[in-house]
């Protein structure tokens, strides 16, 4: 069975001339069912090539596809499209370096300080594309801090040497002396300021990477 069909065909008697056995090459035709495999061999511009899905994995050699046999930036275009962030642990030290790398055309560093989350539209703080939002450190004032009382207490030791609890609401005149009969008005008492109005950390756990997003 052949696989290359001659471009001519003699008659019986026919002498053989130069022309004529160029006829048989020039004009000769492949043909794809009688190839080796018709599923694998195909003609593109009336050339041989293999056809898509011809090649099995079982069929290339160990290590044979490599980053310099694959055309320039199809890998990255496929891995990384325009708009994708590559994070990594190898400190790059610009734009250049980065498509050296891994390819692309440009880079630009991204994220710094922040950490990536996904996109909510039901969210204000989360409903756009790079959006930035929180703080590293936060100060709560006194609207933010649950509400609360502190137990308070007077000790008088002379001359009655009586307890009185706040919650008693007295009232004594100057020089008056305190006792049980005292029990009029409606002055309260606080207790000592305390605290000293610094901020507390707001940071989740987290691992430094570096981050860069493609931008062409």
Sequence with gaps: MAVITSGKT???GEQLSASKLNQVITAATFNQADAVDGSTITLIGGAMAVAD????????????????KIAAGALTDAVYPVGSIFTTVTNYADSAAVVTAIGGT???AFGAGRVLVGLDSSDTDFD?????????TVTLDETQIPAHT????????DPT??????????TVANGEQLDELNQSGTSSTTT??????GSHTNIQPYIVVYMWKRTA
Aim: no cysteine.
């Design 10 to 12: 003699f008659a019986n």
């Design 53 to 68: 899905g011809g090649i099995a994995t079982a069929k290339i050699a160990d290590d044979a596809v490599t980053a310099a």
């Design 192 to 197: 000592a300021s305390t605290g000293g109005g």
């Design 128 to 136: 756009t594309v790079e959006e930035t939002g929180g703080a590293k």
């Design 106 to 108: 440009t880079w630009t």
């Design 150 to 157: 502190h137990n308070s207490n007077i000790r008088i030791q």
């Design 161 to 170: 040497n009586v307890l009185v609890d706040n919650s008693l609401q007295l």
